[in-house]
């Protein structure tokens, strides 16, 4: 998922099922990894106007006030979003993991089906991060 304009909360019922969205998609794939960017003013906006309050998940994260399947995890990629990444794009960061080169090899290697831990060692996603955010 990049840029993810659903709830954070989508996968909130952990390893339990409650034949939610975010159920059907947990059980339905073997490993879900959602791109998200803090630096984010779209899915800000959207937080706004959609679900008042509610964060978003391509702008936040997983919120982890709840459980969270073993196979869902997130990735920040705010750190690869900087003026001189982002700026010759006129969609800013929204769509910026489609244009920038740290954000394609991750997704590249996601499709490739690379385990988290090869990711985290590799240095594509901060350790700290994947690390809180297995379960």
């Known amino acids: 998922m990049v840029a993810a304009d659903v709830d954070n909360d989508l996968f909130k019922s952990g390893e339990t099922i409650q034949k939610s ?10 490993r879900i990894n959602a791109l998200y960017s803090g630096k984010d003013p779209v899915l800000g906006l959207s937080a706004g106007l959609k679900h ?11 919120d982890h006030d709840f459980p969270v399947p073993d196979n869902v995890w997130t990735s920040d990629c705010s750190r690869s979003f900087t003026s001189q990444t982002v700026n010759p794009y ?6 910026a993991c489609f244009q920038v080169p740290d954000t394609i090899k991750l997704m590249r290697e ?24 297995s379960v």
């Open 52 to 62: 008042f309050g509610k964060r978003r998940l391509g702008r936040s994260g997983i």
């Open 110 to 133: 996601l499709l490739r089906g690379v385990d988290r831990t090869v990711l985290v060692d590799s240095g594509l996603v901060p350790a700290p991060l994947a690390k809180a955010q």
């Open 90 to 95: 006129p969609q800013g960061v929204h769509s």
């Open 21 to 30: 969205d975010g159920d059907a998609l947990a059980n339905l794939t073997y």
